[in-house]
């Protein structure tokens, strides 16, 4: 599976929405995903993918993770798995 | 209804292991939070904490009492022992069958629960030692302070996380308000600086991993804290009679919940219980000068509690004080209202308001006056003490000059 779909696998499942509706151009607030569903979503990501994402509940937009939307998350991760193989 | 006053404090924390020290290191705006020293440091995320270093238990604890006693609990003692010495009360008869303890604890012997864990899932050992449960247990401390110093009444355990203290110390204040008991014991404790305690925090990501700076536009997390806070609630008459020092007298309190979220505070609750406090004590908002503020350093604590500060008090809101001195101890969980309600005595009885350290940036969010980074003289009759626990469970304390 690619790091797109199983981006979106884990997204979809805390939103609880099939894959299929979940784009890459929507944003978190879209799929319904708040702040406690965004730390989860990001621990089952670090799990998955055994790496570690800078994120900090407190400065959202301070970090280099990108969140606006599920097409940044995945090229963020993208980027950390590269960096951190 | 009875008026009950403050005779007895007592406390141990990172800013100092007594009263006196730690409300001069307040008055200095000393920073007590620095590098974690705890076991596997190096697999944590958050490596900073406000740790109680240069604790000699072994002096103060005999071998028996080591073995039975967690660090919360040892932490507790040495603040309940301190208070005591400072009321001069002598539990017995009458007296000692009707006062009790109330202590606020989150975690319980988390210390206890994290090196037993390791001998039997990291060693693979299957023995433990047989003291475990009465050492880990969250009432342990409340049960050795009641055994130490005679107190037969009603002791338990308030636990609603980071108002624990606030909950139980308003508990303890009910029971001698209605004359249940003349005297209660009561404040809070916690020891969650282990390696478990630690790694379960960072797990939530509101953690900062360099600093608390409670209402700063660069705030970015919460730091732990460790220690006890332990104070002697007096029926007033019976303090007065005896010549007690009273330290402050306790007006009222409220407890309200949030019903909403188990994480994210709301500001409708917030400021149920600041306004409720007022009620109980009928205290008109413009009597309050100083706030002791939850002011925990997370985004989302900061901006509500001032939100709701600036809701209950309308205009008078610009001209009281709030201060977060977790900027210097931390946050104590379970414990942190009892020492926080230190500042709230100082800022009554001596007239000096605690600083919020660390503080770098205006936040147009959190637009009260914080008391930035220097503590400041000031006339203060009244004294609130705010604290606001994850599962939305509030509750304020009003603090009055005698």
Redesign the interface.
């Known amino acids: 599976m690619s790091v797109k779909d199983k981006v979106i696998e884990i997204i979809a499942e805390q939103a609880v929405l099939e894959p299929s509706d979940v784009t890459l151009d929507s944003t978190l607030e879209e799929l319904g995903i ?3 569903g965004l ?1 989860e979503s ?2 089952a990501i670090e799990e998955a993918f055994d790496i ?1 994402v800078p ?5 959202p937009t ?1 970090s280099d993770f990108d969140i606006s939307s599920v097409a940044t998350i995945i090229a963020g991760i993208e980027k950390l798995i590269a960096e951190q193989a | 209804m009875k008026r009950v006053v403050i005779t007895g404090a007592g406390t141990i924390n990172a800013l100092g292991q007594n009263v006196p020290d730690t409300l001069a290191a307040m008055r200095e705006g000393r920073c007590g939070i620095g590098e974690l020293d705890l076991r596997d440091v190096d697999r944590l ?1 958050v490596k900073i904490g406000a740790q109680v270093k240069n604790f000699e238990a072994e002096a103060l604890f005999n071998r028996q009492q080591m073995a039975l006693f967690d660090r919360f609990t040892q932490f507790t003692l040495v603040a309940a022992r301190e208070a005591m010495a400072q009321a001069g009360l002598e539990f017995s008869g009458e007296l000692a069958a009707k006062s009790g303890v109330v202590l606020g604890n989150s975690g319980g012997g988390m210390q206890t629960l994290d090196e037993n864990y390791r001998t039997v899932y990291e060693d693979g050992k299957n023995r433990v030692h047989p003291f475990v449960v009465p050492k880990l247990m969250n009432n342990a401390a409340a049960s050795h302070v009641s055994m130490e110093f005679n107190l037969k009444g009603p002791s338990f355990t308030v636990a609603s996380a980071c108002a624990s203290s606030n909950h139980a110390m308003a508990q303890a204040f009910q029971m001698v308000r209605t004359g249940m008991a003349t005297a209660m014991v009561t404040g809070g404790t916690e020891s969650m600086l282990c390696f478990g305690g630690v790694k379960a925090w960072e ?7 360099d600093a608390c700076r409670p209402f700063s536009a660069n ?3 919460m730091v732990q804290g460790e220690g006890a806070g332990v104070f002697v609630f007096e029926e007033m008459e019976h303090a007065k009679a005896r010549g007690a020092e009273i330290l402050a007298e306790i007006s009222g309190f409220a407890m309200s919940s949030d019903a909403a979220d ?3 505070p709301s500001k409708q609750g917030a400021a149920r219980a600041i306004a409720g406090a007022l009620a109980d004590a009928r205290l008109n908002r413009e009597d309050v000068g100083y706030i002791n503020a939850h002011g925990t ?4 604590n900061d901006k509500t509690e001032c939100s709701a500060v600036a809701d209950v008090f309308g205009p008078h809101a610009d001209s009281l004080m709030m201060s977060s001195t977790k900027s210097m101890h931390g946050h104590l969980i379970g414990g942190t209202g009892a020492v926080e309600l230190l500042a709230c005595i100082m800022a009554v009885r001596d007239g000096v308001i605690a600083p919020t350290i660390g503080y770098e940036e205006p936040d147009p969010e959190c637009a009260l006056d914080v008391v930035p980074n220097e503590a400041r003289e000031a006339d203060v009759e009244v004294a609130l003490s705010n604290a606001f626990a994850f599962g939305g469970l509030n509750a304020v304390l009003a603090l009055r000059r005698v």
């Open positions: 708040d702040s406690l730390v990001i621990f570690s994120f900090n509940a407190n400065e301070q | 995320a797990g939530l990501r509101v953690m900062s991993k705030r970015n997390g188990i994480v994210m350093g997370t985004a989302a």
